[in-house]
């Protein structure tokens, strides 16, 4: 049994207090994370062992993790949704096959990541290009992905432009890279430029500090789809002790992701470029519902049938955060899928 789906709210806030020992890698694929020290205090402790921090050094600061199982096991990659961490898996880790050796990252910009520096943006593609860094530093060269809405659209562009490192791709909740219509360009330029100025000069400021449960509080409002118990589950990594309070970790200046983004035929052809087996989870209360979620999902399915080696497309009872919220709901999907033995990537023979 996962202890951290046991804990009492109290108990998982009062995990603010409890310090973490970080390893560090760097890009020696010898210098992995071995097992935790004895004593290091950790929450989602269960039968598979500790969980193990890790600290990549980047050059403005570093990006950390969050690794459930074996070094020696089959590699996994996690990258949670915006504005979440790594502790997204917390919950869904302890019920995957014990052979895997997950890493959970916070994103730079979250959970205990350094911040990018003022004047620096946010993108799609850095991000794209920090996951590459992490995969470097731990000397992998094949591995599988799992991404949760933002961290899913991240997972196909890396399969998409390194298909011969990605074993397999499990989406949860996302059916494709995110795009915006051509109408609007122009105007969305416009407030990017004005939002983001603004925003640089809101990250000056000292943060507002706020009590546990206010904290809390604010995050659920934020976040529908989060039961209080997943909420506090985020909130570990999501906030930190300060003196009065508590400040939230993740920077202000996401809330500017992009100043343009892909098109509709860019993200086609990211889809196409995808050759691993793919698992794609929907929770059957969709985020985005209607004629948006109809149109991207019949934009990106039949391209991820027709060139991927394995698609499987399944929905599931939850919502956004099902993975968070209800674990047993998507882990035994997750776990067939992984010990399925992988077809061999086609050639890029589509016509679609």
């Known amino acids: 049994m996962c202890i951290s789906r046991t804990l009492s709210l109290l108990q998982r806030l009062q995990y603010f207090q409890i310090s973490q020992t970080a390893f560090k890698c760097t890009t020696s694929s010898t210098t992995m994370a071995m ?13 598979r062992g500790l969980t193990q921090e ?24 996690g990258i949670h949704g915006f504005l979440d961490n790594a502790n997204t898996f917390d919950t869904l880790a302890p019920l995957l096959p014990k052979d895997l050796y997950l890493i959970c990252l916070d994103l730079p910009g979250h959970g205990r990541s350094s911040h990018l520096p003022l004047g620096m943006n946010y993108k799609y593609e850095t991000y794209l290009m920090d996951v590459h860094r992490v995969v470097l530093a731990l000397g992998w060269k094949k591995f599988s992905l799992i991404g949760h809405s933002l961290g899913g659209s991240i997972a ?26 051509i109408e609007g360009t122009v105007q969305r ?29 604010r995050l659920l409002k934020a976040n529908s789809s989060l039961t209080p118990e997943s909420g506090a589950i985020l909130l570990e990594r999501g906030a930190r002790e300060v003196e009065g309070g508590y400040v939230y970790t993740r920077d202000l200046k996401q809330k500017i992701l992009t100043f343009f983004s892909l098109t509709a035929e ?38 991820f049938e027709a060139n991927s080696s394995q698609f499987t497309e399944l929905e599931v009872d939850g919502n956004h955060h099902v993975h968070l919220n209800n674990p047993e709901q998507v882990a035994p999907h997750i776990s067939t899928f992984f010990t399925q033995d992988t077809p061999q990537q086609p050639q890029s023979t589509s016509k679609l």
């Not at 562009?157 to 996302?174: G, H, Q, R």
């Not at 407030?191 to 009590?211: F, G, I, W």
């Not at 519902?289 to 109809?294: S, V």
């Open 189 to 217: 330029l416009t407030d990017a430029v004005t939002n983001k100025l603004e925003l640089d000069k809101a990250s000056q400021l000292p943060p507002r500090v706020y009590s546990r449960e206010e904290a809390l509080n």
């Open 35 to 47: 097992s935790a020290s004895e004593g290091d205090a950790y929450i989602g402790t269960t039968e």
């Open 54 to 77: 890790l600290q990549f050094p980047v050059p403005w600061g570093h990006i950390t993790g969050k690794a459930w199982g074996d070094p020696l096991g089959r590699p996994v990659l």
């Open 266 to 303: 860019q993200c086609e052809e990211l889809v196409k470029a995808v050759r691993c087996p793919v698992l794609m989870l929907m929770a059957k209360e969709l985020l985005f519902q209607g004629q948006y979620h109809e149109e991207r999902k019949g934009r990106f399915v039949p391209l």
């Open 156 to 181: 196909i562009m890396y399969s998409a432009a390194f298909p011969s490192s990605v074993e397999k791709l499990t989406l949860l909740d996302i059916v494709g890279p995110i795009y915006r219509p």
